[in-house]
């Protein structure tokens, strides 16, 4: 079966909504952790937004979208998609800077603080307990298959928030705010053990400089945090590694609140 002249101009005539939908989906690639990291090109991730847009194409063509002939006019309902998709993909991205704050905190208060290394994420010296949260937060993120999660996550905003239906309304930042402070403070509880086990060393230091009256028992300090950190983490990482399936599991129910938000 061949195409005539009228299925050519039809096809023309969608181009513009299949360009709208595939920014939308471009925005998401360049902000959501794993698809945004550094590691995959951004040639890679174009081809993604294309190949998403025409899986996506279908749901999003059944809402009815009157395409602008101003070019100026275009270009700000496609400012509005990429804002969906990028808005999207940082809320899941807060996710991962719990872990990675979380990380940095448990390192400080177990004298890690001094053992950095290069983040392939921001090509920048940091945290190796912060890097490493961070890595083991992204290997659970694709084994629960959670980029599965957040691309049909992206296909259903269609239903919620249509093609150039985007609207910056204040709940969203205010949505936005309390969700990073909600996460913040989760990114504290993961790292308690580790602060708890700090001021418990601490004390008992204190206890005994006071008792014995020996200056250089500080000396001993600081390698005794440092063991009991690497047992602390090995220990805790079962409970580490399900408190980060709780954080995701909770982020994938708030994502339907958030995009109400957005229109």
């Known amino acids: 079966m061949g195409f005539d002249v009228g299925s050519i101009s039809d096809l023309f005539n969608e181009m513009p909504l299949f360009t709208l939908i595939m920014f939308r989906m471009g925005g998401m690639l360049f902000t959501a952790p794993v698809f945004s990291h550094r590691s995959v090109p951004a040639k890679l991730r174009i081809a993604l937004a294309f190949f998403f847009a025409v899986i996506a194409f279908p749901s999003a063509h059944a809402t009815l979208v009157e395409i602008p002939n101003n070019l100026f006019l275009f270009g700000m309902i496609v400012f509005r998609e990429i804002a969906v998709g990028a808005v999207l993909g940082f809320f899941v991205g807060l996710a991962f800077m719990v872990f990675s704050s979380a990380g940095m905190i ?117 390698p005794m945090k440092s063991l009991v950190g690497f047992i602390l983490f090995i220990v805790s990482a079962p409970f580490i590694v399900n408190f980060m399936i709780t954080i995701f599991e909770h982020m994938q129910g708030e994502v339907g609140g958030l995009l109400r938000y957005m229109r």
């Open 106 to 222: 448990a390192g400080r208060q177990v004298a890690l603080e001094m053992a950095s290394t290069l983040s392939p994420n921001t090509e920048t010296g940091g945290s190796i307990s912060a890097l490493l949260y961070y890595m083991v937060g992204a290997t659970l993120f694709l084994a629960i298959n959670g980029h599965h999660w957040l691309i049909k996550a992206l296909a259903f905003s269609y239903k919620v928030v249509p093609v150039d239906g985007f609207r910056f309304m204040p709940k969203l930042s205010d949505k936005m705010l309390e969700s990073f402070s909600l996460y913040f403070s989760l990114g504290v509880k993961m790292a308690a053990p580790f602060i708890i086990i700090a001021l418990i060393s601490l004390v008992i230091v204190g206890v005994v400089l006071k008792v014995t009256e020996q200056q250089n028992l500080f000396v001993l300090e600081l």
